[in-house]
């Protein structure tokens, strides 16, 4: 059983950062794949990030160049450094990993406005 809890989100004008935390509960975080998931009012919901147990990462299109995924084995957290936000960024942020189960956060919401 994987339980994992999104912070992090909240408020902020164009050009502004957030960073966003996911904190897992369980044994062997560091031998998953964790990933950073995103919903849009009214569209489906789309992969941001990953990052895999060896550190490598990836990333979609439109984040690229603007937010960064990382992991702390020891905490058992992964974070997602969310800079030069855009209206569009605007969503649901939902924390993933699969262990043979999907595993998904209850969501943060980050919200990108004047």
């Known amino acids: 059983q994987v339980q994992l809890m999104e912070s992090g989100g909240g408020l902020v004008q164009p050009g502004g950062s957030l960073r966003l935390s996911c904190a897992a509960s369980g044994s062997f975080f560091s031998s998953y794949t964790m990933a950073w998931y995103r919903q849009a009012p009214g569209k489906q919901r789309e992969l941001v990030a990953v990052?895999?147990?060896?550190?490598?990462?990836s990333y979609a299109d439109s984040v690229k160049g603007r937010f960064t995924i990382s992991r702390d084995n020891a905490k058992k957290t992964v974070y997602l450094q969310m800079n030069s936000l855009k209206p569009e960024d605007t969503a649901v942020y939902y924390c993933?990993?699969?262990?043979?189960?999907?595993?998904w956060g209850q969501g943060t919401q980050v919200t990108v406005s004047s």
């Open positions: 993933h990993t699969n262990r043979g189960l999907s595993y």
């Open positions: 990052i895999v147990s060896d550190g490598s990462t």
